[in-house]
């Protein structure tokens, strides 16, 4: 059979402080199976060092302007750039524990005002993640944890739009995790979770039909 599973990371927090958890928790479930042995690797998007990954990079580190639907249509081919490989990872029976992916690209966008139905469009067709954990904070309680950082989008009103419409877009593969919890309650969870879709995954075919 198949060992195909894509975990995708997603989080409303944004801010490389990451004030709700999910790189620190990617990190620890990244350790957690290699610690068992199983094959797993972590991606992060955006992917900076890309060609593309570097004008995204330059674009929120506010030294290049560019207009809403550009750089949303650069942030999903710098999704598209990397299929090839994670496909062939996710056929060789490695598990893919990603921090960011396609909703983080509808949410940031539509959050500026971009219609939805656009936004999703250029993603439609990436690997379809097998779980998404959502670690969920308010941004009043994000605020509390520390100063914003100094890329674009690192501020309270933004990110309490952002969240909002990353709450409208759940789905069933979506686990809300309440970001309030201590770092080793919220990876107890994870990891729970975890080890249950790696399981299922073993049997079922690999997805290309996000969106
Ligand atoms: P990071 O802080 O996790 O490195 O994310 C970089 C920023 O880019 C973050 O504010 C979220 C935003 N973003 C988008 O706007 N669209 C996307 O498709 C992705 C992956 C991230």
């Known amino acids: 059979g198949f060992d195909k599973c894509v975990k995708i990371w997603c989080s409303d927090e944004l801010s490389s402080c990451d004030r709700a958890g999910k790189t620190t928790q990617a990190t620890k479930l990244f350790e957690y199976l290699q610690s068992l042995g199983h094959p797993v690797k972590l991606w992060k998007f955006p992917e900076r060092k890309t060609l ?73 067709g990436l690997l379809t993640p097998d779980i998404i954990f959502f670690t969920d904070l308010s941004s009043e309680d994000a605020a509390k944890r520390g100063g914003f950082g100094e890329e674009r989008y690192e501020n309270q009103s933004f990110q309490k739009k952002v969240r909002k419409i990353y709450l409208s877009l759940k789905d069933p593969t979506w686990k809300i995790l309440d970001a309030r919890q201590s770092i080793s309650e919220l990876h107890d969870q994870i990891e729970k979770m975890s080890l249950t879709i790696i399981q299922k995954c073993k049997e079922l075919p690999l997805k290309e039909d996000l969106f």
């Not at 960011?100 to 690209?105: E, L, N, Q």
Request: net charge negative; charged share 30%; glycine share 6%.
């Open 52 to 124: 593309i990954g570097q004008v995204i990079d330059e674009y929120l580190k506010k030294t290049r302007e560019l207009d809403d639907k550009t750089i949303h249509l650069l942030f999903s081919a710098n999704r598209w750039e990397c299929m090839s490989t994670m496909k062939e990872d996710i056929l060789n029976g490695t598990t893919l524990i990603v921090d960011r992916y396609a909703y983080s690209g509808l949410a940031f966008s539509a959050a500026k005002g971009l219609e939805l139905e656009w936004c999703k469009y250029p993603d439609r």
